[in-house]
């Protein structure tokens, strides 16, 4: 509903009756279907040991707050906003190459294959060419060229969504000297997981195989971008 | 004595446009209005008649001798064809140089790579044929 602009304070752009017919309230109020919260009851049972105590006694459901501010304070209102996943950019389509701007990958070219529920971009480098794995990307920390790769008719497993990116729980006792030595020598690393390589190999054949068909697109794929002396990203084009 | 300018304003000449919806393309001056505007037109190159101020306009060495003072559209057009002066513009150097900075600032930058390995294949024959010699 837009709100009816104040012309001065008091002054409204438009009169109740205006206003109550930009509402629609000629159409009646809404009545919702919701059925009315369970009552729940003041106090409740509680049984009590020791002897002479009685067994059981009344006790009130919620307690009352322990300590209360000496003035009023005034709440702040409560947001009507919910973070939504973010629109995909029009010049974003699977198998467009982007070039990464942040993170371990900075200043690589990889290859767009979908976004996720999440709304991050999962990419891969391939792997063999740039070593980039199967990743997620945000998109506002990727630049979108207008170089594609023709990825009809690829399709990625759906089990790759964002619970496939979730790091393993990981038990969180240990000292910060036993994170990384055992025993006086560094620890060995996890060995990366057998099936995760084996999702990425997979999915790497049809962009490879892709990717090959263009003449120089896999060296422009295992290079790095970077900006010279004389270049502006706004008066590039990508 | 002889004047040491070459290039005149005047009915024929060619000009370049440097402002403008029609900015980059080339026009001949029709006639004159007065010390800060001429009437351009450029049949030929989708350029409408207009007048146009000199300040955006830059002349060129090219020029229709023949033409008539404030000649319309077809005449204008009729004598283009037959000198061929729009062909005579592009293969110009001026013409030339400036298609190849507009083609430099729209490449993409796939083709700013492949740009980059042309130029270090040219290279590394330059430099193996000065190294045999």
Same mark, same amino acid.
């Given at each position: 509903m837009a709100r009816s602009r104040q012309l001065a304070p008091g002054v409204g752009r438009f009169s109740r009756s205006q206003s109550a017919a930009?509402? !629609?309230?000629?159409?009646?109020?809404?009545?919702?279907?919701?059925?009315?919260?369970?009552?729940?009851?003041?106090?409740?049972?509680?049984?009590? !040991?020791?002897?002479?105590n009685g067994g059981t006694r009344l006790v009130p459901t919620s307690k009352a707050p322990r300590f209360y501010p000496a003035e009023d304070v005034r709440q702040p209102k409560k947001s009507r906003k919910s973070p939504k996943p973010a629109k995909l950019r029009q010049s974003?389509?699977?198998?467009?190459?982007?070039?990464?701007?942040?993170?371990? =990958?900075? !200043?690589k070219r990889v290859v767009f294959l979908k976004q996720l529920d999440s709304g991050l971009l999962l990419v891969t480098g391939p792997y063999k060419i740039n070593g980039v794995p199967l990743r997620r990307v945000n998109q506002a920390y990727v630049?979108? *060229?207008?170089?594609?790769?023709?990825?009809?008719?690829?399709?990625?497993?759906?089990?790759?969504?964002?619970?496939? =990116?979730?790091? *393993?729980?990981?038990? !969180?006792?240990?000292s910060a000297?036993?994170?990384? =030595?055992?025993?006086?020598?560094?620890?060995?690393?996890e060995p990366f997981p057998e099936s995760k390589s084996a999702d990425q190999k997979e999915i790497d054949k049809t962009v490879i195989a892709a990717v090959q068909k263009q003449e120089n697109l896999a060296k422009y794929l295992k290079a790095s971008f970077g900006l010279s002396k004389g270049q502006f990203p706004h008066q590039m084009v990508f | 004595q002889d004047s040491n300018f070459k290039?005149?304003?005047?009915?024929?000449?060619?000009?370049?446009?440097?402002?403008?919806?029609s900015a980059g393309k080339i026009a001949v001056i029709a006639e @004159?209005?007065?010390?800060?505007?001429? @009437?351009?037109?450029?049949?030929?190159?989708?350029?409408?008649?207009?007048?146009?101020?000199?300040?955006h306009?830059?002349?060129?060495?090219?020029?229709?001798?023949?033409?008539?003072?404030?000649?319309?559209?077809?005449? @204008?057009?009729?004598?283009?064809?037959?000198?061929g002066t729009i062909a005579k513009w592009e293969n110009s150097s001026w013409a030339k140089k400036r298609a190849a900075v507009e083609k430099r600032r729209s490449?993409?930058?796939?083709?700013?790579?492949?740009?980059?390995?042309?130029?270090?294949?040219?290279?590394?024959?330059?430099?193996?044929?000065?190294?045999k010699a």
């Open positions: 930009r509402r !629609g309230l000629y159409k009646g109020l809404k009545k919702s279907d919701k059925p009315a919260p369970a009552e729940t009851p003041a106090h409740k049972e509680v049984s009590v !040991g020791g002897e002479k974003i389509v699977p198998g467009s190459v982007l070039i990464l701007l942040a993170g371990r =990958f900075r !200043g630049i979108a *060229t207008s170089t594609k790769v023709d990825l009809e008719g690829i399709k990625v497993d759906p089990k790759i969504n964002d619970a496939y =990116f979730a790091k *393993t729980a990981t038990k !969180g006792a240990s000297e036993a994170e990384f =030595f055992e025993e006086g020598k560094p620890k060995a690393k | 290039r005149f304003v005047e009915v024929g000449r060619v000009v370049l446009l440097k402002a403008g919806p @004159i209005i007065d010390h800060n505007r001429a @009437i351009i037109d450029g049949p030929l190159t989708d350029v409408p008649r207009q007048s146009f101020p000199y300040r306009l830059t002349l060129t060495p090219l020029a229709l001798t023949k033409l008539p003072r404030a000649a319309g559209s077809g005449v @204008i057009r009729k004598q283009l064809e037959k000198e490449l993409n930058d796939f083709e700013r790579f492949g740009v980059m390995l042309a130029k270090k294949a040219r290279r590394d024959v330059v430099r193996k044929s000065v190294a």
